[in-house]
């Protein structure tokens, strides 16, 4: 959850509009980005066993140590990670929701990655016109990773739902 103001912050950008609100969407959408590179890059699949270095996870993820340290810094303020002598570990948050093992949430990441960073990309042009570039099934289609994201988050939802929905049509 990139953006959580707390109770000043609220009343100061949202209730007495003495702050740029706008400004939390901005870092809200900066945050999907780097959670959704997180997902991509493997990282908390990485950490699900045992806390890492920024430096042993670049090397087991192949990646660079300096972006790690940035990475992981910013995954522990938006509280998917935490910091502790050194070592990064996923939250509880983060190893319910979002491992492969566990929900499965991290493919609705790498599914909206796909559709904001590719097929959202002419979204003004569609404004304009009242009309997709593009059907979205179409486009799925065409695209084997985003349509396997896009399944395995589905299940995802399905697994997570399931229970209530059939003790709902029972």
Excluded: C
Aim: hydrophobic share 50%.
């Amino acid at each position: 959850m990139p953006i959580q103001p707390n109770f000043l912050e609220q009343m100061i950008f949202l209730n007495l509009n003495l702050g740029p609100g706008v400004i939390l969407d901005i870092w809200s959408g900066i945050g999907l980005r780097v959670i959704v590179a997180a997902v991509r890059l493997g990282v908390f699949e990485a950490l699900a066993d045992a806390p890492l270095t920024p430096e042993a996870l670049a090397q087991q993820i192949s990646a660079h140590p300096r972006g790690m340290k940035v990475l992981l810094s910013t995954l522990a303020a938006f509280g998917y990670v935490r910091e502790r002598d050194g070592a990064y570990a996923n939250t509880a948050m983060t190893a319910k929701w979002m491992l492969r093992r566990s929900a499965g949430f991290d493919a609705g990441f790498e599914f909206w990655g796909f559709n904001l960073f590719q097929l959202m990309n002419n979204l003004e042009d569609s404004l304009r016109t009242g009309q997709p570039p593009l059907n979205l099934y179409e486009w799925i289609e065409t695209q084997p990773e985003a349509s396997h994201a896009f399944q395995q988050w589905m299940v995802a939802i399905a697994k997570f739902a399931g229970d209530e929905i059939v003790r709902k049509v029972a």
